[in-house]
Structure formats: C-alpha cells, structure tokens
Nanobody, 120 residues
Framework: QVQVVESGGGLVQAGGSLRLSCAAS????????MGWYRQAAGKQRDLVAVITSGGSTNYADSVKGRFTISRDNAKNTVYLQMNNLKPEDTAVYYCNAVVVHTPGYRYPYWGQGAQVTVSS
C-alpha cells in the first residue's frame, strides 16, 4: 500500500509565491516519475509539471518560467515552487507518483489534492 500526501496549498495574492510538497510512503521499490496536475472548477485535470527519477522535467506552457519542479529521491518527495502566481492558476493541485512495486510492475498513485487560490 502506498500513501501520497500533499501539503502547502493556500490563498495568495496575484504575483505571490507558494511551494507545494508531496511525499510518497509505503510499499515502494522505487518511484519512476513524480508530477503535479491541477483541476480548476468545471474543467478537466491537466498536467502542470513532471520530473523523472533522473531529473528530466516537463512543464505545461502556461507555467514555464514561473513554476519549478524538483525532487528528493532519498525522501520520495517532490516539490513545486510557484512564483508570480496568477488568478488563472487557481485550482486543486494533485500529486502523482508512478511507483515501481517490482521490476516490470508500476502503478500511478494520486494524492488527495491541495487547494491553491490566487486572488486578483
């Protein structure tokens, strides 16, 4: 069993910053990719940023230059530093971890979500 827990959401004014953290724990052999997705009210869940175990990253165009994803493999933890936040960044942010249980078997786990609200 694997638990994925996010922290760090909240309310911030436009132009401000927030840092999200996500830790995975439990029966983990290793973790492949870890990433952040977000879902605004009435919209689908979209990719924000993802990072592989080797440190390669990929960002949504809307957050490039403002958000930075990083990872601590020893702690099975991923971070999302969000700068210059805009009202359109308001959403529930979900952490995703692709956990390798045994070689050849991997499964994606989701956190419960962290609300980020950016006021204008």
């Amino acid at each position: 069993q694997v638990q994925v827990v996010e922290s760090g959401g909240g309310l911030v004014q436009a132009g401000g910053s927030l840092r999200l953290s996500c830790a995975a724990s439990g029966s983990i052999f290793s973790i492949n990719s870890m990433g952040w997705y977000r879902q605004a009210a009435g919209k689908q869940r979209d990719l924000v940023a993802v990072i592989t175990s080797g440190g390669s990253t990929n960002y949504a165009d809307s957050v490039k230059g403002r958000f930075t994803i990083s990872r601590d493999n020893a702690k099975n933890t991923v971070y999302l530093q969000m700068n210059n936040l805009k009202p359109e960044d308001t959403a529930v942010y979900y952490c995703n971890a692709v956990v390798v249980h045994t070689p050849g078997y991997r499964y994606p786990y989701w956190g419960q979500g962290a609300q980020v609200t950016v006021s204008s």
